[in-house]
């Protein structure tokens, strides 16, 4: 079963920037939509970015737009999330996941795997 694997994360200051990577071994990542989520203690689940399996439109939630960006390097099979200007309100733990169906829909949880994450803090 295709298990992504999250990587990445760590302590950084505010303003500070991290790039995340999501990886998943015997499966070719080009086939799936990937979504970065994030999730905080006491809070909801909160969809950040998305890019499909042919890398069209990318979206991002209106709270990391501008300063987050999403790619995928085929060659590597490897999905990143690349995060400027970080802020404190951007702690979370950070999961990608791989949804089957190829494009981004807003309901992607029921339908993908996700890994077991990477935690993002931002302090000063």
């Known amino acids: 079963q295709l298990q992504p694997v999250e990587s990445g994360g760590g302590l950084v200051e505010p303003g500070g920037s991290l790039r995340l990577s999501c990886a998943a071994s015997g499966f070719t990542l080009d086939h799936y939509a990937i979504t970065w989520f994030r999730q905080a203690p006491g809070k909801e689940r909160e969809g950040v970015s998305c890019?499909?399996?042919?890398?069209?439109?990318?979206v991002y939630a209106d709270s990391v737009k501008g300063r987050f960006t999403i790619s995928r390097d085929k060659a590597k099979n490897t999905v990143y999330l690349q995060m400027n200007s970080l802020k404190p309100e951007d702690t979370a733990v950070y999961y990608c996941a791989a949804d089957p169906r190829l494009a981004c829909y807003k309901d992607f949880i029921v339908f993908a795997s996700w890994g077991q994450g990477t935690q993002v803090t931002v302090s000063s």
């Open positions: 890019i499909s399996s042919s890398d069209g439109s990318p």
